[in-house]
Structure formats: structure tokens, C-alpha cells
């Protein structure tokens, strides 16, 4: 049995494209919310959760919805097409209302800019899902914590692009003294990236043939599956594996809680705290992304041998461990300490490890026509927290200090050890190799 790794990276590139979006979005759309429209923390924070109010019906749903399809393209590259485009053609209209507002304050303006973010976040949320269940619905489940370790290395290169074009591009020196910063060259280039990406998945997936592969693979191998079919047909699982899922979600709910805070808020944080540019607190956040890019293969592999859970427990210590140390140097120095850019590079590979194995142990639980929906409870979870999270980090850094952030996130990474410590299921069936065999994949 060998993952088909060419294959893996193509579908790869529908998930770089939306992880460049994402980095953009949550890094740009505060900075234009407080700087050129003088939202306060509290209400900017509402606008940056409506994506994942959003997310939380849209995900299940088109996820869903892509299950059932039947269109000649396949289940998933239908709403994958149609979704980027629609978002490409909206996100492109983002900083051109910045700057008109700049230039014209206007309330009109302003009402316009909240529409198109809104029907924004509507595109992006029409093909998410069914991007992400495009890798699961043409790989083993033994083989999906390393696929899923190459589509989360294709999204982390995608949020690396874009984070090295704006350290570029709004360098300290670029942006100094400058009353407003032009973000249309930025937005081009994501959406240049988003289309590139677009046009490999639709020239090079054969989404109908892989799908029927897949099928007949099921077939052969029944013993995989989790579930257990009832008398009418329908699939039920059993009540040990609905416990394990349940604490699974809720750990997912919890982790997401401390990291998104961090991902949301860190822009504006290190700009409050130690006087950084974008192009600075870029940086930091490209050593994060280096330090998963280049840990996600490897965390794919050491999953294979020790299992899912032990190495999403690892990643959770860690993660837990490098916020309490960025609290601590925050309090200790008055500016920027270099020593961060190590602590920021173990985050990166300490989320790789929740990142790579969490959303193979719960599409571990169901069958395979199904991918779609277990897909949707993951980001139901995921985006529920992230909904959360974004307000009340903003509402604490605002009534109370911007040092709170950091403690903040490793609380809740903490409690996700916890309900963590629960899960039984959705693990990998670790397989004995040698040699050579280890390394066994096929291009």
C-alpha cells in the first residue's frame, strides 16, 4: 500500500491556495479595520469571527452537499471551481475600498466594504470542505495522516509565499512615516495565486476515476472501517467511538481556541507591544510557518510509527510551552528579543503535529461516502472556537493589556491535553516496517 504522493501534491494546491488567502485575511483585514476605518478591538474582533459564524453552517453544509453530488467533474471540483472564482473577483475589490474610504471617508463606503467582506467570506465558505475532503476521498486511511501531511505542507507553502511578498513588500522601511499603506499589489498576487492553483486542480485531477479507484479499494477492505451498518442499511457508530469523537472535537474546539487568538491578534500585538511593522511581525510569523513546513513530512512518518495520538499530545505540550515563554520574554524585555524567532519556529512544528493528525482521526470514524460531512463536524468545532476566540481576545487585550494574549492561548492549548487524554479511537493501525519499505511511497 503506497500513498501516490504526485497525485497528493496536486489536490495540494487547492489547499495552498486557500491557506495564502487566510494568512492575508487574518493579518491585513485588522490592520485596515483599525487603521483606516478606527474600528476599536471589540467590534474589529466581531467582523474577523463572522467568518467562522459563517463557516460554522457553510462547512457542514457544502460539505454535505459535495457528499451527494454527481456532477462530471466529481463530487468536490465543482464547488472548488466555482467558489475561487467568486472569491478571487470579491477579494479583489477589498483594497480598493481602503483606499477610497482613506481618500473619501464615507459611510456608504464603509457599508459597502462589510458587504463584499461579507459576500467574501460567503465564496470562501462554499468550497472549503470540499477541498479539504478531495485528499481522504482518493487516499487509504492508514495512508492519511502522510497525505495529509503533504496538503498541510502545500498550505503552509502558500501561507510562506504569502508572507515573504508582504515582508517584501511592507518592509519597516517601505512603510514608515506613511499615513496609509496601499494593499492592492498584496491582494494581487494572492489572487494570482489562487487562480494558478485553481487551473492545476481542474487540468490535472481526474476526480471521477480516482473516486471509483477508491471505491473498489473500500470494498477490499472492509476491516477498516469503524462504523457499523444497522439493519435499514444505515451507517451507526458505535457508542465508544461516538465518546472518543466527542473529545476529540472538544479538544480540536480548545486548541483552535489558543492558536487562532494568537494568529488573529499577533499583528496588532506586536505592533502595540514592541513598535513592529506588518513586514516585521511577518517575519515572526514566516519562522512559525518554516518551522511546519519543514517538520510536516517528518510528522506524518513519526505519526505512522507511534500513532496519531501521541504526536498530537507532543505538539500540544509544546505548543503550550512556547506561549507561556513568549508571556514571560514579553514581561522580561522591553522590545522584540531575537530568541523569539527559535520559540516561534517550535510553534510552527509543534501545530504541525496537532495539524497533520487531527483531521485524519476523525474522518478515521466514518465511511467513505461520508468524508464531506465528518469534514464539516471538524470545521464546525474548529470554527466555533475561532468564533469565539477572536472576540474575547480582542475584548481582553482592550479592557485589560495586550500581554494577556499569550497566557490566554496556552490556557485553552492546556485544556486540550486534557480532553485529549480521553480519545480511544481514531488512531492510526500502526504497521511494523523495515528497511527500506519505511520510506515506501509511490510518485
Same mark, same amino acid.
Given at each position: ?38 474600528? #476599536? ?8 469571527? /463572522? ?19 454527481? +456532477? ?10 466555482? !467558489?475561487?472564482? +467568486? ?15 482613506? @481618500? #473619501?471617508? $464615507? ?15 460567503? /465564496? ?6 470540499? /477541498? ?8 487509504? $486511511? ?23 511578498? /508582504?515582508?517584501?513588500? %511592507?518592509? @519597516? ?9 496601499? %494593499? =492592492?499589489?498584496?491582494?494581487? &498576487? &494572492? ?78 500585538? *506586536? ?10 511581525? *511577518? ?11 519543514? +517538520? ?18 507532543? !505538539? ?15 514581561? &522580561?524585555?522591553? +522590545? ?15 501545530? @504541525?503535529?496537532? #495539524? ?20 464539516? %463536524?471538524? %470545521? ?28 490566554? @492561548? ?27 519499505? *519505511?520510506?515506501? =511511497?509511490?510518485?
Amino acid at each position: 500500500m503506497k500513498l501516490k504522493t504526485s497525485q497528493t501534491i496536486r489536490i495540494g494546491f487547492a489547499f495552498l491556495s486557500i491557506c495564502a488567502f487566510w494568512q492575508m485575511y487574518n493579518n491585513v483585514i485588522p490592520l485596515m479595520l483599525t487603521n483606516t476605518f478606527h474600528m #476599536n478591538e471589540t467590534f474589529s474582533g466581531v467582523i474577523m469571527a /463572522a467568518d467562522n459564524v459563517l463557516a460554522l453552517f457553510l462547512l457542514p453544509l457544502f460539505g454535505g452537499l459535495s457528499d451527494k453530488c454527481k +456532477s462530471k467533474l466529481g463530487k468536490r471540483k465543482p464547488y472548488i471551481l466555482c !467558489g475561487t472564482v +467568486s472569491a478571487v473577483f470579491l477579494m479583489l475589490l477589498i483594497p480598493f475600498l481602503d483606499n477610497s474610504y482613506f @481618500a #473619501n471617508p $464615507k459611510v456608504s463606503t464603509q457599508i459597502f466594504f462589510i458587504c463584499v467582506l461579507g459576500c467574501l467570506l460567503v /465564496a470562501m465558505g462554499t468550497y472549503r470542505s470540499p /477541498a479539504v475532503a478531495l485528499m481522504p476521498d482518493v487516499t487509504p $486511511k492508514p495512508l492519511r495522516s502522510k497525505g495529509n501531511a503533504i496538503i498541510n505542507l502545500m498550505g503552509a507553502i502558500g501561507g510562506i509565499i504569502y508572507l515573504i511578498i /508582504a515582508s517584501v513588500l %511592507y518592509s @519597516a522601511e517601505r512603510t514608515k512615516g506613511l499615513e496609509h499603506v496601499n %494593499y =492592492v499589489p498584496l491582494f494581487m &498576487v &494572492v489572487a494570482g495565486i489562487m487562480v494558478v492553483s485553481l487551473i492545476i486542480i481542474m487540468a490535472s485531477i481526474n476526480e471521477v476515476k480516482l473516486g471509483e479507484e477508491m471505491h473498489q479499494y473500500d470494498n477490499a477492505h472492509p476491516e477498516e472501517n469503524l462504523e457499523k451498518e444497522t439493519g435499514n442499511g444505515d451507517v451507526k457508530l458505535p457508542a465508544e467511538v461516538k465518546k472518543s469523537l466527542g473529545f476529540l472535537l472538544c479538544s480540536i474546539a480548545l486548541w483552535f481556541m489558543g492558536y487562532n487568538a494568537v494568529d488573529t491578534w499577533f499583528t496588532t500585538y *506586536a505592533n502595540k507591544i514592541w513598535g513592529m511593522s506588518l513586514g516585521q511581525a *511577518a517575519m515572526c510569523l514566516t519562522v512559525a510557518t518554516a518551522g511546519a513546513v519543514v +517538520s510536516y513530512i517528518p510528522v506524518g512518518i513519526i505519526a505512522s510509527k507511534i500513532g496519531r495520538r501521541k504526536t498530537i499530545m507532543g !505538539g500540544v505540550i509544546g505548543l503550550a510551552a512556547c506561549f507561556f515563554v513568549i508571556y514571560i520574554l514579553t514581561i &522580561v524585555c522591553s +522590545s522584540f528579543n531575537p530568541i523569539l524567532y527559535i520559540v516561534f519556529l517550535i510553534v510552527g512544528l509543534s501545530w @504541525a503535529s496537532i #495539524n497533520v493528525n487531527s483531521l485524519p482521526m476523525v474522518l478515521e470514524m466514518c465511511k467513505g461516502s461520508e468524508v464531506g460531512k465528518f469534514t464539516g %463536524y471538524y %470545521y464546525t468545532f474548529s470554527m466555533t472556537a475561532q468564533i469565539i476566540t477572536p472576540i474575547a481576545a480582542g475584548t481582553l487585550l482592550k479592557q485589560i493589556s495586550y500581554t494577556t494574549l499569550f497566557p490566554y @492561548a496556552a490556557i485553552f492549548v492546556v485544556g486540550s491535553f486534557i480532553t485529549m487524554c480521553f480519545v480511544k479511537h481514531g488512531d492510526n493501525r500502526i504497521e511494523a516496517k523495515k528497511g527500506l519499505e *519505511a520510506f515506501d =511511497v509511490e510518485d
